[in-house]
T-cell receptor, first 113, second 114 residues
């Protein structure tokens, strides 16, 4: 299982773009990069998933360089409601036991007015 | 479609008691997995059920057990509660097969042991 490393915490201000980088040096060929968001006393919520290059949805963008050893979650124009913990996960493609869904410590993002 | 439903949302129990938590997966999902989340240990995998069979189990003592019913609803039980069992217990469901492997989490049950 590929281990991920991401900053413990980040601060930003409303209206700014926030980029959270995750390192996953041992990512395997069939692994996908997945990001979850978690608010206090709630379950993690899927944000975005990608394999290579760039993926964008209505919430965020995910940038993955060619070597796939890192990825960057980009949140455009954040608001106070984006204050949460963000988890970067490396997940094998196809069926994967929930035991292989490893949540690290995550990045605690704090947005200020 | 309705999300993953966990009941109850909050629970306070005394040391030595037992507790049962319930999880109703997304309609059509056959896989249910359980996690324990604490500030010190983060999210830790407890076990996973698929079609009423336990498919995987995490590194937790035998006091933690679970089961899944024919309608895919799942329960987990913790016997002889300890103070350290205080945590947010999360349930996630997925299709469990083929390409439908994405996990959707419920809001959790906050268990406090006093």
């Amino acid at each position: 299982l590929a281990k991920t490393t991401q900053p413990i915490s980040m601060d930003s201000y409303e209206g700014q773009e926030v980029n959270i980088t995750c390192s996953h040096n041992n990512i395997a060929t069939n692994d996908y990069i997945t990001w979850y968001q978690q608010f206090p006393s709630q379950g993690p919520r899927f944000i975005i998933q990608g394999y290579k290059t760039k993926v964008t949805n209505e919430v965020a963008s995910l940038f993955i360089p060619a070597d796939r050893k890192s990825s960057t979650l980009s949140l455009p124009r954040v608001s106070l409601s984006d204050t949460a913990v963000y988890y970067c996960l490396v997940v094998p493609s196809g069926y994967s036991s929930a035991s292989k869904i490893i949540f690290g410590s995550g990045t605690r993002l704090s947005i200020r007015p | 479609k309705a999300g993953v439903t966990q009941t109850p949302r909050y629970l306070i129990k005394t040391r030595g008691q037992q507790v049962t938590l319930s999880c109703s997966p997304i309609s059509g999902h056959r896989s249910v997995s359980w996690y324990q989340q604490t500030p010190g240990q983060g999210l830790q995998f407890l076990f996973e059920y698929f079609s009423e069979t336990q498919r995987n189990k995490g590194n937790f003592p035998g006091r933690f057990s679970g089961r899944q019913f024919s309608n895919s609803r799942s329960e987990m039980n913790v016997s002889t509660l300890e103070l350290g069992d205080s945590a947010l217990y999360l349930c996630a469901s997925s299709g469990g097969t083929g390409s439908d492997y994405g996990y959707t989490f419920g809001s959790g049950t906050r268990l406090t042991v006093v």
